[in-house]
């Protein structure tokens, strides 16, 4: 299998109301079935305001955001604004019932936030089902009024939005492979702002082109909004400065090609050639994989074009190298490329004395088929996916509101284990037994609770288990990268340490969709502090009822 990703959660623009510190930005977002093309292909597809990607949002730091999403579609919807770290206000976090219960037919709801202490590239998507396919959009939040960028000022910032495309409906994809228990249908293409581009059959007329002058900088916003799929990235014949990678500052350094999975964000500047180069570039993406499943082997492509000083045809095309497909070194070096920026204006408050250390085993199983019935997973059974063995269901109520009103008897169990129950060698031979256990289990975490959390992936090929005598040596607690979305890599693990300073329930899953939906999740419950400021707020009044 490949590397496991996990996502640690947290139009019309009216005239803004100033409140103190930041302005109040609202947007309206329609969710309605809009006819759209691609690869010769037409489909009614779920969209936001009829549009593919979905609109943009811009705040500033400090800014607060009313989001009214109104809900036109047959399916239940949520939203999620991946990223956004949502200081007491988990109401508005978006995943379908983890924070809410989601938002039904004809129905709508405010998502009411503001944005402290972050700037930078997230996106929002839907958080349901695999509505996301098609309901996202770049979440753009700009420093502080007059606050500089801590790098040259770009000539001009455009947002480049990796997606999947599906023929038919990702929603029937899904259905069809919970029913057969084996793996769903593979995307036909990804696309760049929705655009697949020339390399696919019927799709030249469909390409992204970035048309840019000479001798300036540009800020290219990376957002992978794919499904399933870790896509290298990069232009031909230029290089990348990277400045920032999920909304945090990074010491900035020089790549010809990046990786980023799915959930993550990347902000690069390009610095475009002094003089017109008599040539088009191609910039594109391909999928990283490194496990055995079927995958959408494809190439999505857009242009680079320079502005001509005089009007020419016929340029040459220059084609960008990506690493081959399971290049596994280059995304580990790339990774350690990158590094918090940790001065005094942007500190990385790395946790130092830890209170709770936890290790949890991540990775794929199987479930036992319904009986007198052969599922199309491993030996006639179902794909499952757990951590620490422990595959999630999902509730029928959301946990939030289970927990804020103290009822959470027979909704889920705050015993989540914080080890797995079977040790084995995890990147050795798998054991007999590959069935998951089914829960809906939380962690307790008391209030600024500080945690550190090994992830050991148990897959069979790869970099080995984690020593807990000999690798914490090598930690990097002065400068590592904040994330959002980590990477799991094969067959190997990763350290996180967090402060639990955020009163909520908190959902943190594969950002791989098809294993998010074979149960590769969990929730963290952070209790409540002893000040007021240290509470979770009550829940709003339109908040949806299951």
Not at 462 to 490: A, C, H, M, Q, W
């Amino acid at each position: 299998m490949g590397g496991i990703f996990l996502s640690l959660l947290a139009i019309t623009s009216l005239l803004p109301l100033y409140t103190i510190g930041g302005t109040t930005r609202s947007y309206e977002f329609n969710i309605e079935l809009q006819n759209v093309t691609r690869l010769c292909h037409t489909k009614s597809m779920v969209t936001v305001n009829g549009k593919f990607p979905g609109p943009r949002i811009v705040a500033r730091e400090g800014d607060r955001l009313l989001i009214k999403v109104t809900n036109h579609v047959s399916s239940n919807i949520t939203i999620h604004w991946h990223g956004i770290r949502q200081l007491r206000s988990g109401w508005a976090d978006g995943p379908a019932y983890i924070t809410q219960c989601p938002i039904q037919t004809g129905q709508s709801y405010v998502y009411n936030y503001t944005v402290i202490g972050q700037r930078g590239t997230l996106f929002w998507h839907a958080h349901i089902s695999w509505l996301r396919a098609s309901v996202y959009g770049p979440l753009i939040i700009l420093p502080k009024l007059n606050v500089p960028y801590p790098f040259t000022k770009p000539y001009k910032e455009v947002p480049i939005i990796f997606g999947e495309w599906f023929n038919t409906d990702p929603e029937a994809i899904i259905s069809q492979a919970t029913q057969t228990g084996g793996g769903p249908n593979v995307s036909d293409a990804y696309t760049f702002n929705g655009l697949p581009g020339p390399l696919y059959n019927c799709s030249a007329k469909d390409t992204f082109k970035l048309k840019v002058k000479t001798g300036k900088t540009y800020l290219l916003r990376l957002i992978n909004a794919a499904l399933n799929d870790e896509l290298f990235f990069s232009i031909a014949n230029h290089t990348l400065t990277v400045v920032e990678a999920d909304a945090i500052y990074v010491k900035p350094f020089k790549t010809e090609t990046l990786i980023l999975a799915p959930g993550q964000t990347t902000n690069v500047l390009l610095k475009t050639k002094s003089k017109f180069p008599g040539a088009n570039f191609l910039m594109s993406a391909r999928p990283y994989v490194t496990g055995q499943g079927t995958f959408d082997n494809s190439t999505v492509a857009g242009i680079l074009e320079y502005e001509s000083p005089v009007p020419m045809k016929n340029l040459p095309l220059f084609t960008p190298t990506l690493p081959s497909l399971n290049d596994t070194s280059f995304v580990s070096k790339f990774s350690n490329r990158l590094r918090s920026l940790a001065n005094s204006k942007f500190p990385a408050n790395v946790p130092q004395k830890i209170d709770k250390h936890l290790f949890f085993t991540v990775g794929l199983g199987t479930a036992p088929c319904a009986q007198n019935r052969t599922c199309q997973g491993p030996n006639g059974a179902r794909f499952a996916a757990s951590i620490n063995n422990v595959s999630f269901v999902q509730p029928s109520v959301a946990l939030l509101q289970s927990h804020f009103f103290n009822k959470s008897k027979g909704v889920y169990s705050p015993y989540f284990p914080i080890n797995p129950v079977h040790w084995f060698n995890y990147t050795g031979t798998p054991p007999n037994n590959t069935f998951v256990s089914n829960g809906t289990k939380l962690m307790v975490l008391p209030f600024n609770t500080s945690v550190e959390l090994v992830m050991q992936d148990t897959s069979i090929l790869g970099f080995g288990n984690y020593d807990p005598k000999k690798d914490p040596k090598n930690f990097n607690l002065v400068d590592p990268i904040e994330r959002n979305t980590v990477g799991v890599p094969s067959g190997g693990w990763v350290a996180i340490r967090f402060l639990a300073d955020n009163p909520g329930v908190w959902f943190m899953h594969c950002h791989l969709e098809v294993h998010t939906g074979w149960g590769l999740k969990m929730a963290w419950l952070v209790l409540d502090g002893e000040l007021p400021n240290q509470k979770l707020l009550p829940p709003p009044a339109d908040l949806p009822k299951c």
